[in-house]
């Protein structure tokens, strides 16, 4: 007769396991680190994407909203204005793109060895953060080359990149909860992706809609980002009521994450 072994994760119940991603922590890092080398092996500028992609985008954006379109930007160069939305953006968008794929990219190690599958994405969107580090060195080169020197809201930066890592990481559990479970999911997420920004005020100031719009548009948790970043960097000041919202809308899409990656974790092994 053979005997068949059930093996569970212990914190059955709870969102987010914080004892059991502790005992992980050297995994975590582990992986972290393994997705920073594999994203820029065999290329031949390396790092040197995470300034070149927000630059050219910058340089886009410079010529159809400034030059064509003469969006208003309080007084701020528009480079600098753009610059300070496309960094988060950035990050954002490539967080939510590779955490998206992380359980089938991995599926091997899924089958063979027990861990926190939570890992994985949370993993690829903290990878993330050594990309956004070495394009905030081109930001703080864009407010020198334009003479603007940050105020006392720079001291809110930890809370800022703590904001944003869980701006991203929402989307970024649910989508690849669920391209795990339907492999459509990769197909629609480009799509996805395009339309998050253009509903994120990265290329024109949420002040330039008209207000019932702006709060239409503060469900959108990376709005609190870019609105506190420029407040934080340019000293713009950021509409309160929308950053408000925004923040809260972060909030309950990380733990919809949270909560349905830990109901399908379980299925993952089978499905994968």
Known sequence: ?????????????????????????????????????????????????????????????????????????????????????????????????????????????????????ILLPLANAASGLVD????????????????????????????????????AAGPALLLAALNALYRDVKYIVPFFMQVWLFITPVAYPLSALPEKVQLFFALNPMVAVVELGRWMLLGLPPNEAACALSTLSAALLLAAGLLYFRKMERHFADVI
């Not at 359980?103 to 063979?112: F, H």
């Not at 407010?143 to 869980?166: K, V």
């Open 132 to 167: 956004f580090c070495v394009s905030c060195l081109l930001l703080a080169a864009a407010l020198i080359f334009w003479q603007t020197a940050p105020g006392w809201p720079i001291l809110c930066f930890p809370l800022w990149i703590a904001l944003l890592f869980c701006a």
């Open 1 to 117: 007769m053979k005997r068949a072994f059930l093996i569970e994760s212990g914190a059955r119940g709870k969102i987010l396991a914080l004892g059991e991603l502790y005992r992980f922590r050297e995994l975590f890092a582990f992986l972290a680190w393994r997705d920073v080398k594999v994203r820029y092996k065999q290329t031949l500028l390396g790092v040197g994407w995470a300034v070149l992609q927000p630059l050219l985008n910058m340089l886009i954006f410079t010529l159809l909203f400034s030059r064509i379109a003469h969006v208003p930007t309080e007084g701020i160069p528009y480079p600098l204005f753009a610059l300070s939305g496309l960094a988060p953006w950035m990050y954002a968008v490539n967080a939510v793109t590779f955490a998206s794929n992380s359980l089938v990219a991995d599926a091997s190690l899924i089958r063979r060895v027990y861990f926190p599958k």
